[in-house]
């Protein structure tokens, strides 16, 4: 799924967890049937693209070690999710990272302990690794304290939402100068 490029003038980055900041959060959602935009999502992610800023969804996602969906069933929700962003609101997202591993997860290929995994910074430092970001203006976007702790290693600025509209929490934080 990466589209990452090299090099070029560094941007801020909008880092979005998925399940309770982008969709709500119906518990393991792998398949487009299950999935059901935040109110104002689509309009963030075209406001933040409008900005200049790169946009990426970097989501633990455990439902993939848990049997609930495949790994295939993920990326195909994911390229859903892009499509109908698209349609819906002309937004884009840049580049997605997902974590599937758990350190006790019921299937033994996906049973890990990384670092990609929030509160781990990894999903977040890959991004930063492989697009030109400036860390300084950038920030992440969680529902659960998980994500603004991997902001925080990271070096980022992280928010909580706490539900509502994304693009009316999301609005004033665009014109801000931001810094963990």
């Given at each position: ?74 990326h195909d929700l994911m390229a859903y999710i ?60 969680g529902d659960k304290e998980s994500d603004l ?32």
């Amino acid at each position: 799924m990466s589209t990452a490029r090299t090099g070029g003038q560094l941007r801020p980055a909008l880092f979005l967890d998925r399940d309770g900041v982008v969709n709500h959060d119906h518990g393991y959602v792998g398949t487009p049937e299950r999935f059901d935009w935040i109110d104002g999502a689509p309009e963030a992610i075209r406001r933040a693209n409008l900005a200049g800023y790169f946009v990426f969804l970097v989501t633990n996602q455990s439902g993939i070690a848990r049997g609930y969906f495949t790994q295939a069933q993920f990326h195909d929700l994911m390229a859903y999710i892009r499509a109908d962003l698209a349609a819906r609101s002309g937004g884009q997202i840049d580049d997605i990272r997902h974590c599937p591993f758990l350190p006790d997860a019921p299937l033994p290929e996906w049973r890990s302990n990384t670092d990609w995994r929030k509160p781990g910074p990894g999903m977040l430092v890959d991004l930063m690794q492989h697009w030109p970001v400036d860390a300084r203006r950038s920030l992440m976007i969680g529902d659960k304290e998980s994500d603004l702790q991997a902001a925080a290693a990271a070096g980022i600025a992280g928010h909580l939402f706490s539900g509502g509209d994304l693009d009316v929490f999301l609005t004033p934080l665009l014109s801000q100068e931001t810094k963990p």
